[in-house]
């Protein structure tokens, strides 16, 4: 199944296929470019699912029986002289109904595709955290300028009218020429040594950590309410029983649905786990596979960290004030790796600690709080206090800690 699912639940790639633009053709060319041994199944699946479009969207199984059939006809033809298809076929048999209504879920149910859940994370993936080489928040609405916030805390609220007030006193119009038209989402990017607090349009409370990039509608007009999220997030989700939120992740295959609640996000692409933390309430952490769909559901006191490699959720229960009292500029920790620690501390003062021999700190653990409030010097002065190690001041933006 591997061989191909992940092209058929790729939004991009069915939009590519049925629906082509110039940035969706731009993107697979490059992409076929950048991976040339998985040019020969693209091109195959290419031309396999363009002879699957129904002119209805409605079709019996008996239908969808006889579309496949003729695939399966087609992919005989080509057997013997490309190996490509017959791997193919060999997969498409056992799953073929389902990989169609997959299809027509994805694709035709919205024939005038606009921007899907890939588009926007790989979006958010290559914004870069400091694009002007300042460093300083930015807020991207739309396609207009950034705004450059120079503030190490800054707070965004939006009004009733749907426009934005910056740090209680600057207010900014809300985009009137795309009123009416496409879903417009508007960017944050946090740099490192920096944090950010928005209140959305719904009242939702979103507070995001230092090296955040953060992806949100100017306003949830469809059923659902669902923002973007790379780095770190606590979020506070005003109740709508009627639109669940819903937070996708870098991971693609990754989200939290809630209807109101309070919980911790931690996806930082150099991370090898994504984790989430309830505090109040109840979510529910999705993995969505094109044969199945996984659900976790957390109780408050709960972490569900999924693993990178072996993409898998586990739950245990945790202390949640570890995980989310960065908000108020502390950090705390039981029991974990100095590693972690440091790369945190990284994060919230936007500096370069390196270990003179990381060898010694692989397997070193530690426990206490840290207020990230203090200078550098003194957070790195109470860090090696419970430990063996010494810090020595290279720069103000580099440190070595041996």
């Known amino acids: 199944m591997e061989l191909y699912s992940k092209y058929i639940e790729n939004d991009s790639f069915l939009s590519w296929i049925y629906n082509p ?96 859940d890939t588009f926007l994370l790989n979006d958010i993936s290559k914004t870069p955290i400091d694009s002007l080489g300042k460093p300083n928040t930015q807020l991207i609405l739309g396609s207009r300028k950034p705004l450059l916030i120079d503030e190490k805390k800054s707070l965004i609220e939006y009004t009733e009218q749907g426009n934005l007030v910056l740090n209680e006193r600057d207010t900014i119009s809300g985009d009137v020429e795309n009123e009416g038209k496409s879903l417009l989402f508007n960017k944050l990017i946090v740099p490192f040594g920096k944090r950010s607090k928005i209140i959305l349009s719904d009242g939702s409370v979103v507070h995001l950590n230092a090296g955040t990039k953060f992806m949100f509608p100017e306003k949830f007009d469809s059923n659902e309410r669902k923002v973007f999220l790379s780095g770190e997030a606590f979020f506070e989700v005003a109740t709508n029983k009627e639109k669940p939120f819903i937070v996708k992740t870098i991971e693609e295959k990754v989200s939290i649905e809630v209807l109101g609640t309070k919980f911790n996000v931690s996806a930082y692409p150099i991370d090898s786990d994504i984790l989430t933390v309830l505090t109040e309430g109840k979510v529910v952490v999705v993995e969505k596979n094109i ?91 109470n860090l090696t206090i419970t430990t063996e190690f010494k810090f020595e001041i290279i720069n103000d933006k580099k440190y070595v800690l041996k």
Do not use: C
């Not at 396999?48 to 409605?58: A, F, H, M, W």
């Not at 791997?87 to 024939?111: M, P």
């Not at 006191?301 to 949640?320: C, E, H, M, Y």
């Open 21 to 116: 633009t110039a940035e969706t053709t731009k993107f697979w060319e490059d992409y076929m470019l950048k991976h040339p041994q998985e040019k020969e199944l693209i091109e195959a699946l290419k031309e396999i699912l363009r002879d699957l479009r129904p002119e209805d969207v409605e079709l019996s199984e008996k239908e969808k029986e006889e579309i496949f059939t003729k695939l399966l006809n087609k992919i005989d033809r080509k057997k013997k002289s490309n190996q490509v298809f017959f791997l193919l076929k060999r997969t498409y048999k056992y799953a073929a109904i389902l990989i169609l209504a997959l299809i027509i879920g994805t694709v035709f149910v919205n024939n005038n595709f606009q921007k899907t």
């Open 291 to 381: 044969f199945k769909t996984q659900r976790a559901i957390l109780k408050p006191g709960q972490l569900a960290s999924w693993n990178k490699d072996a993409k898998k959720v586990s739950i245990k229960k945790v202390n949640t004030d570890n995980y989310t009292l960065w908000t108020q500029g502390l950090l705390y920790f039981e029991s974990e790796s100095i590693i972690n620690i440091v790369r945190k501390i990284e994060r919230f003062y936007n500096v370069k600690i390196v270990f003179e021999n990381p060898n010694n700190a692989k397997n070193i653990n530690v426990s206490g709080k840290l207020d990230l409030n203090d200078k550098i010097e003194q957070t790195l002065e």
